[in-house]
């Protein structure tokens, strides 16, 4: 069973920057393949970023691309997402999730959330204007 713990969420001003942060437990890290999901209130949780258990390829939504980097540090169970020129509408929970199999895939795959085996609780990213 993988548990995964995020940080670093919370209330940041229009132009900011925000770094979270997911650490994994309960599986070799580097195995993992990570995403990074959001979901502002009353909407569908939707698509952020993924990062494979190498460090590439990565994925990014088409909003935040340019904005937001996703990375990992294997030797330390955790994956990052620095988020840039945050934008009221970046208002959200932001989750991070895990899958165990090897398949690479596509944007296509790896920005379903059926893709995914294993979910945090979140952490609240505010932007205010």
């Known amino acids: 069973q993988v548990q995964l713990v995020e940080s670093g969420g919370g209330l940041v001003q229009a132009g900011n920057s925000l770094r979270l942060s997911c650490v994994a437990s309960?599986?070799?890290?580097?195995?993992?393949?990570m995403g990074w999901f959001r979901q502002a209130p009353g909407k569908e949780r939707e698509f952020v970023a993924a990062i494979t258990g190498s460090g590439t390829p990565t994925y990014y939504a088409n909003s935040v691309k340019g904005r937001f980097t996703i990375s990992r540090d294997n030797a330390k169970n955790t994956v990052y997402l620095q988020m840039n020129s945050l934008k009221p509408e970046n208002t959200a929970v932001y989750y991070c999730?895990?899958?165990?199999?090897?398949?690479?895939?596509?944007?296509?795959?790896?920005?379903?959330?059926?893709?995914?085996?294993?979910w945090g609780q979140g952490t609240q990213v505010t932007v205010s204007s």
């Open positions: 999730a895990a899958r165990k199999t090897s398949y690479i895939g596509g944007i296509a795959y790896v920005s379903l959330t059926t893709t995914y085996d294993y």
């Open positions: 309960g599986s070799t890290f580097s195995r993992l393949n």
